[in-house]
């Protein structure tokens, strides 16, 4: 089946400091979505890509479908206390999503 | 966003009891939904598709007579786990699609945790 790559697996870093993670693929999906979980919470869609080459912003996060379709980042800028959690990055193909193993991310007041 | 609402939210059960998990879209309607696992420290996998009005498609290695799935109607599907064991513990996460402009967006609901004793 379709495996995607997600890294770093997790990240330890300052109030303030900027954030970048990223999703690979062997195969191409026509859309790449990233989602943030809290414990005990379902995720939570943050950016939705629909074509390839799109760059989105949503506030302080920023996302980009690669041309080739097969990766997509997230950029996290000025990070704050309220951005830890656990971020997917999902590749969706035929309605169905295949998830990357998530990014830890905690954030040091 | 849409929402997507499940209930219950957390269910504790004795081993070889059924659980019935509800997921409901409340703003939208979905001839399809999703329903995931998701095992501690682990991603999401999925398990089944749902679809209004058809039988649901299970992913390999899921059972279908042991998580008996029910799209009754455009804004409910219902999960059952059938004879419960302690190893079907763990997070139940169901999504929907809202289509809009011709693009698909899976919203997902907050989860239920199952614990089999």
Known sequence: GQQLNQSPQSMFIQEGEDVSMNCTSSSIFNTWLWYKQEPGEGPVLLIALYKAGELTSNGRLTAQFGITRKDSFLNISASIPSDVGIYFCAGGSNYKLTFGKGTLLTVNP | ?117
């Open chain 2, 1 to 117: 966003g849409a929402v997507v609402s499940q209930h219950p939210s957390r269910v504790i059960c004795k081993s070889g009891t059924s659980v019935k998990i509800e997921c409901r879209s409340l703003d939208f309607q979905a001839t399809t939904m999703f329903w995931y696992r998701q095992f501690p420290k682990q991603s999401l996998m999925l398990m089944a598709t749902s679809n209004e009005g058809s039988k649901a498609t299970y992913e390999q290695g899921v059972e279908k007579d042991k998580f008996l799935i029910n799209h009754a109607s455009l804004t409910l599907s219902t999960l059952t786990v059938t004879s419960a064991h302690p190893e079907d513990s763990s997070f139940y996460i169901c999504s929907a699609i809202l289509t809009t402009s011709g693009k698909e967006t899976q919203y997902f609901g907050p989860g239920t945790r199952l614990l089999v004793l």
